[in-house]
């Protein structure tokens, strides 16, 4: 198969597991950091902060989006990253699953049920340096494409789906009466 990003040994992913500011709510939004800057992936590579900006301004330019992926396959998105920018902390991605597709309400389904909960980049270095005790530091990285992936490579985060407004309630009173409850007991 030809890969639509052109050769595909070019193609580099970053696996990231969802963490608690990445999360599932009102059916198919999804939300938090695709990538974190100055975290070291399985792979030994650290991402610089700025290293999406210019790839970000030029797919903005052009008036083309990051694509939302299942698993890194291009021949099947799933959804639409309706925000995707850089902040402190990292990659931001907010967007929806596109439930119409097939492969959307499944990868819907495993998220909610918590049988997947990572994301990953597609993209190609534009510029980076060998880092102190192995791996590189990314300078300027082509984002091509945000997935959802069974392995992400940071495994120290995870994912949270969001409950809705009458769950936090129910949850939020049940705590008050436990503490309460304690209370009463001591």
Same mark, same amino acid.
């Given at each position: ?20 500011? &990445?999360?599932?709510?009102?059916? %198919?939004?999804? $939300? ?5 800057? =100055? #975290?070291? !992936? ?55 699953? &596109?439930?119409?597709?097939?492969? %959307?309400?499944? $990868? ?5 049920? =918590? #049988?997947? !909960? ?55 009173? &049940? ?7 304690? $209370?009463?007991?001591?």
């Amino acid at each position: 198969m030809i890969s639509p990003f052109g050769n595909p040994s070019s193609l580099e992913t970053k696996f990231r597991q969802f963490d608690s500011e &990445l999360s599932l709510k009102d059916g %198919a939004l999804i $939300a938090g950091y695709a990538s974190l800057f =100055g #975290a070291r !992936d399985e792979g030994g590579d650290t991402v610089s902060e700025g290293a999406y900006g210019a790839s970000l301004t030029r797919l903005k330019s052009a008036g083309r989006r990051v694509k939302m992926l299942w698993q890194h396959d291009p021949s099947q998105p799933i959804g639409i990253w309706d925000e995707v920018r850089e902040d402190g902390k990292g990659l931001f991605v907010k967007g929806r699953l &596109l439930l119409e597709v097939q492969a %959307a309400r499944e $990868a819907h389904a495993l998220l909610k049920a =918590g #049988a997947i !909960d990572g994301l990953s980049i597609g993209y190609r270095t534009v510029r980076s340096e060998k880092s102190a005790g192995g791996g590189r530091t990314l300078h300027e990285i082509e984002l091509w494409e945000v997935s959802l992936v069974t392995f992400p490579m940071l495994p120290e985060a995870r994912v949270q789906a969001e409950t809705s407004q009458e769950e936090d309630d129910l949850a939020q009173a &049940l705590a008050e009466s436990f503490r309460e409850a304690r $209370a009463m007991l001591a």
